[in-house]
């Protein structure tokens, strides 16, 4: 596990599952709590490896941001992470200062 999972974290077989689980109880796309899907023995399922690649391709504001720096920045210490060797690219630039690869780097069109 790259993160510390909380003990109270719900675990699912699928993850169609856990999202109509949490639509059931009134949480959103915005606010889901988080997620385990496990295989039948229970062990948690699409954990990230060392040296796993990454495509983040969600553009829409600060969480992505918060997401990869907890991914790839070696510093980050807001909560407790594994440090894995990724290959983490992103759709666009977030922030110059991130040590990932940028898909679609900004360029100045005239």
């Known amino acids: 596990m790259w993160m ?12 169609s599952d856990a999202v109509k689980d949490a639509y059931q109880k009134g ?3 915005e606010r889901i709590e988080p997620i ?6 229970g062990n948690p399922q699409g954990r990230f ?5 990454v495509i ?11 997401i990869t720096r907890a991914l790839s920045d070696e510093k980050f210490n807001i909560f407790p992470t594994k ?3 990724l290959n983490f690219v ?3 630039e977030y922030d110059k200062n991130l040590n990932v ?3 679609y780097p900004r360029k100045n069109i005239r």
Do not use: P, W
């Open 83 to 85: 440090k894995l060797n």
């Open 4 to 15: 510390n999972e909380k003990k109270d974290t719900q675990r699912f077989s699928s993850l």
């Open 101 to 103: 690869k940028v898909a």
């Open 27 to 29: 949480e959103d796309d």
């Open 56 to 66: 983040f391709y969600d553009i829409r504001g600060e969480r992505e941001i918060e």
């Open 49 to 53: 490896s060392e040296g796993d690649h």
């Open 90 to 92: 992103t759709m666009i």
């Open 36 to 41: 385990v899907v496990v295989e039948k023995k």
